[in-house]
Structure formats: structure tokens, C-alpha cells
């Protein structure tokens, strides 16, 4: 009987010392980051609504590196503006489609090479019933015009304090505002503002693009936030980002959004 005994405290004991072993070992194992991401609604790029996961360019992108780096992405919808806050703000920790300029830099981190590249111009719309006619820039002086709220056109025309923009909160209500008639002119870049107006059904045949324009070679970078450039998954997510970049391995996707691929020397 006391053998019998024996033998049951020692089973005992031992499940008890595996289920330990077990626990500690569960514990020890580390759930998978989460890395946030800011996305606005930027047709043909990225697509937000109320019903369904938001998509696009961008995300195709960071759920490939979160299946190299095992982190999970959290997608924040946001619009434009509120994005950039939060990106600034560390609320969010990565944000696309940005226009690289010195003063965002101080702001955020750009990550090399640039992802998106557009060969286009930055064109100025009127209703097709006015008058106006921009020939050349310095007749834009006395036109009111929208713009995008945080939004980086050209460096002439961000920093010419005598111009009279007129900021919103998306590029939908840019537009809006012109056909309203509560501005002359609205700004957008041409190749993809002519594909979201008819995304958004928005009546283009109402609008002309003007004579003057500004044609640049258009870069749109990754950026991260301060606070997450300051965090060991940052590191390897830069490496990661410019390895896989290097490797082509976006190059795919970036060709079903009608883009070309990645140019390593972009800047």
C-alpha cells in the first residue's frame, strides 16, 4: 500500500513538473510585434471603407515583410492629414506615398529606395465653362486654388507665400470645392488624378487642365516614425525594406498598380 502511494505522489509530482516546464515555456514565447500602419483612401494606390480590410500598394507591401520579420500589421485608416499628424505624433509608426522634402524630414525617417515612381506632371484644373487661362506661373497669382492639406506639390509652388491655396482634408473634396465654384483651380498630379476622379465618380468631362503644368519625375517614399526609427524592429525593418527591394521582389506588385520597378539609385 505505501508503495502504491509512493508511486502516485511520484506520477504526481512529475505531471506537475511538466505542466511547470510547460507554462515556462509558453511565457517565454514571444508574440509577434505589431507594427501600425497609417492608409488613406488614394485611389488607384490604396482603397479605404467601412466594410472590408482597407488595400493597396503599400499594404501588399508590408504584409511581405511582415512575413519576413514575423510582425503583425495593424492597419489604421486615416484621412491625409490626420495620417501625417499621427505619423509625427508616433501614434502611427508608417506612412506612404510622401513626396520627400527637407522639412519632413525633420518629421519623419525616409526609408531608400523610393517605392512608387511616376513620370507625370503636376497639372491645374478649371471648370470648362470659365474663362481662366494659366499660361505660365506667375499667372497663378491672383487664382484662388485647392490643395491638399499637407500635401507636397513642387518646391516653387509650396513655399510661394503668395499664392492663394486654399487647404483641405482630402484630394475628393479638392475637387469638389472646384466644381462648386468655391475656387478657380485645383492642383493634382495627372496621371493618377484622372483614374481616382473616375474611382471616386466624380465628373471629369466638367473640368480642362490648363496650359501651364509642372513635369517632374514624382518619387513616393516609405516614412517612419521618429519614435519606431528609435526601436530595434526598425533596424531590421529598413534592412529588410532595402533588401527585398534590392532583390526585386516588389517589382511584381508594383507592376499590377501599372508602376515600374524599384530604382535603386532612387532618392
Given at each position: 500500500m505505501n508503495k502504491l502511494?509512493?508511486?502516485?505522489?511520484?506520477l504526481l509530482s512529475a505531471m506537475l513538473g511538466f505542466y511547470a516546464?510547460?507554462?515556462?515555456?509558453?511565457?517565454?514565447?514571444?508574440?509577434?510585434?505589431?507594427?501600425?500602419l497609417g492608409i488613406f483612401h488614394s485611389p488607384p494606390y490604396s482603397y479605404v471603407d467601412n466594410t472590408s480590410r482597407p488595400s493597396g500598394l503599400l499594404i501588399e507591401v508590408l504584409d511581405m515583410?511582415?512575413?519576413?520579420?514575423?510582425?503583425?500589421?495593424?492597419?489604421?485608416?486615416?484621412?491625409?492629414?490626420?495620417?501625417?499628424?499621427?505619423?509625427?505624433?508616433?501614434?502611427?509608426?508608417?506612412?506612404?506615398?510622401?513626396?520627400?522634402?527637407?522639412?519632413?524630414?525633420?518629421?519623419?525617417?525616409?526609408?531608400?529606395?523610393?517605392?512608387?515612381?511616376?513620370?507625370?506632371?503636376?497639372?491645374?484644373?478649371?471648370?470648362n465653362n470659365s474663362n481662366l487661362t494659366v499660361q505660365n506661373y506667375a499667372e497663378l497669382a491672383d487664382k484662388r486654388i485647392a490643395v491638399m492639406r499637407g500635401a507636397a506639390y513642387f518646391s516653387k509652388f509650396d513655399n510661394d507665400p503668395m499664392l492663394q491655396k486654399v487647404e483641405v482634408d482630402t484630394e475628393r473634396i479638392v475637387v469638389e470645392m472646384l466644381l462648386k465654384g468655391r475656387v478657380d483651380l485645383a492642383i493634382s498630379v495627372e496621371v493618377t488624378a484622372d483614374q481616382r476622379m473616375g474611382i471616386l465618380n466624380q465628373p471629369s468631362g466638367l473640368l480642362k487642365k490648363l496650359e501651364y503644368r509642372y513635369t517632374d519625375e514624382i518619387m513616393g517614399h516609405v516614412v517612419i516614425s521618429k519614435q519606431f526609427a528609435a526601436t530595434p524592429l526598425a533596424d531590421k525593418f529598413q534592412a529588410t525594406y532595402k533588401k527585398l527591394a534590392e532583390q526585386g521582389k516588389f517589382d511584381d506588385i508594383l507592376k499590377s498598380y501599372h508602376l515600374p520597378p524599384i530604382r535603386l539609385a532612387a532618392k
Open positions: 502511494i509512493k508511486h502516485v505522489q511520484f516546464f510547460s507554462a515556462s515555456c509558453n511565457t517565454n514565447i514571444n508574440p509577434p510585434q505589431r507594427v501600425t515583410m511582415a512575413e519576413e520579420l514575423n510582425f503583425s500589421l495593424q492597419i489604421i485608416p486615416c484621412p491625409f492629414t490626420r495620417c501625417l499628424k499621427m505619423v509625427k505624433e508616433g501614434k502611427v509608426d508608417v506612412l506612404g506615398e510622401l513626396i520627400y522634402t527637407p522639412e519632413r524630414a525633420k518629421d519623419f525617417d525616409f526609408l531608400r529606395p523610393a517605392y512608387m515612381v511616376l513620370h507625370s506632371s503636376f497639372v491645374f484644373y478649371a471648370l
